[in-house]
């Protein structure tokens, strides 16, 4: 291909023949010569622009937290069979990453059958999944008049992922716990640390385990039994409809709801519970219920991947179907602006199953200082919001969240705001 500078003098050589031949001077047209001496020596004499390079590319590490750096290492070979006197090479990035050290873009020489390595390390301030490249390698005459580009390899993806605050423990109410040991109260005598009942004494029961003073009375020995303490299964709902987007970027509902539910998922999974994820809105996804660190990381990049945007379809399409097997724990992370919601979670209530709602305030988010019309807008909302927590304590636990204050800080709400369990 022929670079800018082609047109260009083409251009300048049309002009001067037509001086001269409106001056009908000859002189003016010899300024052609020099002209087409460059063209002659660039087509005859230059090496070929035709470019034959390889590239190998890794990001390390692939998955990083925000703020954190990764680098960026490139190995370009030339598997061409003559020397390549100019190659320019830029690595595409995405506008959200930062380049702090060396460089993406930069200009080489390569042997015949030399490897280059080529680092350099890239922040992101933002969770998201970034495409990193592709790399696009450029060469040209050493006149400037030809280029040949060339697009090497595909891109690497990046995770971001969110901000995840370390949570303990916390006693949720479950109706149904699965077979796994764990923390949760089964209302089952087994193993654990809480006292469920006495019985009368059976060979092989342990003597630690005999309640002297009720065996007194009864004469004869009783044995005391323990609530057993098991997993279950929870199922995690990210509302990402109306209302995510609600905020100071980067500070927005969105942005709360994500922390809250990788901070959960993670708590969750480190105790031995079988965790699923949905993801409701624009894109709507979901994770089969699972155990591990594995399966956290699955839940991390989807929590990384996911974008604001009202869904097609309401939140009660995500109902029973989607949670079969032992009744889960259901907990829903939702700015509680859509009014589709009491509906669906009254629904899952009859169905037998237990939901505690998490609700980032968008009130302590926005800009107040914003005009009147916008100001009552944010009033009608709240008092919409308001309404809908009220209906929803009826059938579950609901935590009004103030994004200001840590997660863990709120979370201790939730034996105030218990919604009985029925045996």
């Not at 709360?256 to 990788?262: N, Y």
Request: charged residues 25%; glycine residues 6%; positive net charge.
């Amino acid at each position: 291909m022929n670079t800018e500078r082609v047109p260009i003098l083409i251009t300048f050589s049309i002009l001067l023949t037509l001086a001269s031949l409106a001056m009908k001077d000859w002189r003016p047209a010899i300024l052609i010569l020099p002209i087409a001496s460059l063209f002659f020596v660039s087509s005859s004499f230059s090496p070929s622009t035709k470019t034959d390079v390889k590239a190998a590319r890794e990001v390390t590490p692939a998955r990083i937290a925000i703020g954190e750096t990764s680098r960026v290492t490139l190995v370009i070979t030339n598997e061409g069979k003559e020397k390549i006197g100019f190659l320019e090479v830029y690595d595409e990035l995405p506008a959200e990453v930062d380049v702090i050290r060396n460089t993406n873009h930069l200009i080489l020489c390569l042997d015949l059958g030399e490897k280059v390595t080529i680092s350099y390390e890239i922040r992101c301030p933002r969770r998201g999944k970034y495409d990193i490249g592709p790399l696009h390698v450029r060469s040209r005459d050493p006149l400037g008049f030809n280029f040949s580009e060339k697009t090497l390899d595909s891109s690497f993806p990046l995770h971001v992922l969110p901000d995840i605050e370390r949570l303990k423990p916390t006693d949720l109410v479950v109706r149904q716990t699965g077979p796994w040991p764990g923390i949760f109260h089964s209302r089952r005598s087994g193993i654990g640390t809480e006292f469920y009942g006495l019985r009368h004494y059976v060979p092989g029961d342990e003597l630690k385990r005999i309640h002297w003073k009720a065996s007194a009375r009864m004469a004869r020995l009783i044995t005391i039994e323990n609530e057993s303490e098991r997993s279950t299964d929870v199922v995690i709902i990210l509302d990402t409809g109306k209302g995510s987007n609600l905020g100071r970027s980067p500070r927005i509902t969105l942005e709360c709801g994500v922390t809250a539910a990788g901070s959960l998922a993670s708590l969750l999974l480190a105790l031995g519970n079988r965790v699923g994820l949905i993801i409701h809105g624009k894109n709507r996804s979901w994770l089969p219920r699972d155990f591990g660190k594995r399966h956290l990381q699955r839940v991390l990049n989807q929590l990384a991947a996911t974008e604001a945007g009202e869904a097609s379809l309401p939140i009660g399409y995500f109902g029973e179907p989607l949670f079969p097997g032992p009744k889960a724990q259901i907990i829903l992370i939702s700015p509680l602006l859509d009014q589709s919601i009491p509906d669906a979670i009254r629904s899952l209530a009859v169905s037998g199953y237990n939901t505690f709602i998490v609700s980032p305030s968008f009130t302590q988010l926005v800009d107040h200082q914003a005009d009147e019309a916008t100001e009552i807008a944010y009033r009608i909302m709240a008092l919409e919001r308001r309404n809908i927590i009220m209906e929803l304590r009826r059938y579950a636990t609901v935590i009004d969240w103030n994004p200001n204050l840590p997660l863990r800080t709120v979370l201790r709400e939730i034996r105030r705001w218990r919604v009985p369990v029925r045996h």
